[in-house]
C-alpha cells in the first residue's frame, strides 16, 4: 500500500512538500512517480524518479517542484516551490515496475492521494 502525506492549504507563492511511504514493498527499488488530478481534469503526470535516481518533470513544474528519494527512510519526496492555484489538485503516488514515465497506465500501485488547495 502506498499512502501520500503533506498536503494542506497554502497561499500563492509557499511551498509544500509531500511524501511517499509504503508498505509491502521497497520504493528505493521501483520508478515511483507523482500525479495530480484537479477538479474536472484528467490525471495528469508531475515528476517521477527511478531506481536509480534519474528524474523526469512536467514542463508545468520544471525549476519549482523537486522530486527525491530518502533511501534510509524509505520515501519518495515532492518539495513544491513557487505554487500557484493552478496547483491545486489532490496529487497521488505511484509505483511503477517498468520505466515509469508519464502515462498513469504505466504505474501498478496507487496511494489515495492527499489534497494540494493554493488561494490566490
Known amino acids: 500500500q502506498l499512502q501520500a502525506s503533506g498536503g494542506g492549504s497554502v497561499q500563492a507563492g509557499g511551498s509544500l512538500r509531500l511524501s511517499c511511504t509504503a508498505s509491502g514493498l521497497t520504493l528505493s527499488s521501483y520508478v515511483v512517480g507523482w500525479f495530480r488530478r484537479a477538479p474536472g481534469k484528467e490525471r495528469q503526470f508531475v515528476a517521477d524518479?527511478?531506481?536509480?535516481?534519474?528524474?523526469s518533470y512536467a514542463d508545468s513544474v520544471k525549476g519549482r517542484f523537486i522530486i527525491s528519494k530518502d533511501a534510509y527512510e524509505d520515501t519518495v519526496d515532492l518539495q513544491m516551490n513557487a505554487l500557484s492555484p493552478a496547483d491545486t489538485a489532490v496529487y497521488y503516488c505511484a509505483v511503477s515496475y517498468g520505466r515509469g514515465g508519464d502515462s498513469p497506465s504505466s504505474y501498478k500501485y496507487w496511494g489515495p492521494g492527499t489534497q494540494v488547495t493554493v488561494s490566490s
Open positions: 524518479i527511478g531506481w536509480s535516481g534519474e528524474l
